[in-house]
């Protein structure tokens, strides 16, 4: 399996305060990925990363931020939860977009 | 826009028998790669099957194989011999050769009856 770990696995936050969602690799992939996954949507990109400090926007960017300060880590950052981010978050890596895209165990967000 | 469709919101499938997932797509690119993953109960996403769109071979990994159909934009997974362990959510994705975007399609969850 892919090293890659999400943290935290769940969490419980309130609408308005700001939340952060840490992916972590092992496998040193350049490319890494922020999806989230509602029920009758499937998974839509929030933002990507093509290395580091470079990242770019999916179809569901709005109200989210990244950062990648290392070719490892990639931080996906909720600046003023809203409950319509409720949802589970995945990470995902990948040494060339074309291949497969391995992905981490998911966070399970609920804004209240 | 690029789009992925899974029209079978729900499928099932007694053992060891065979089951089809459909999946087109929409897309006016010559160079992509097509994807079929599983999610299991557990949430871990797991890739199932990749196809290059330049390959004309379908993909097949043991009971795994896919029916690509390029004029008709058509990607359908066929599974074989169905086990209790293929019980997941399936979905279809699609990348475009030289973009970072993938698209998923909403996923087909397959049941498997003893």
């Known amino acids: 399996d892919a090293g890659i770990t999400q943290s935290p696995r769940h969490k419980v936050t309130e609408t308005g305060t700001p939340v952060t969602l840490r992916c972590h690799q092992t496998e040193n992939h350049r490319y890494m990925y922020w999806y989230r996954q509602d029920p009758g949507h499937g998974l839509r990109l929030i933002h990507y990363?093509?290395?580091?400090?470079?990242?770019d926007k999916g179809e569901v960017s709005d109200g989210y931020s990244v950062s990648r300060s290392k070719t490892e880590d990639f931080l996906l950052t909720l600046e003023s939860a809203t409950s319509s981010q409720t949802s589970v978050y995945f990470c995902?890596?990948?040494?060339?977009?074309?291949?497969?895209?391995?992905f981490g165990p998911g966070t399970r967000l609920l804004v209240l | 826009a690029q789009t992925v469709t899974q029209s079978q919101p729900e499928m099932s499938v007694q053992e060891a028998e065979t089951v089809t997932l459909s999946c087109t797509y929409d897309?006016?690119?010559?160079?992509?790669?097509l994807f079929w993953y599983k999610q299991p109960p557990s949430r871990q996403m797991i890739l199932v099957i990749r196809q290059e769109a330049y390959k004309q071979q379908n993909a097949t990994e043991n009971r795994f194989s896919v029916n690509f159909q390029k004029a008709a934009k058509s990607f359908s997974l066929k599974i074989s011999d169905s086990q209790l362990g293929d019980a997941a959510m399936y979905f279809c994705?699609?990348?475009?050769?030289?973009?970072?975007?993938?698209?998923f399609g909403t996923g087909t969850r397959l049941k498997v009856l003893a």
């Open positions: 994705a699609y990348i475009s050769s030289g973009t970072y975007k993938y698209i």
């Open positions: 990363s093509y290395g580091v400090k470079d990242t």
């Open positions: 995902a890596i990948s040494s060339d977009p074309a291949e497969t895209q391995y």
């Open positions: 897309t006016s690119e010559s160079d992509y790669y």
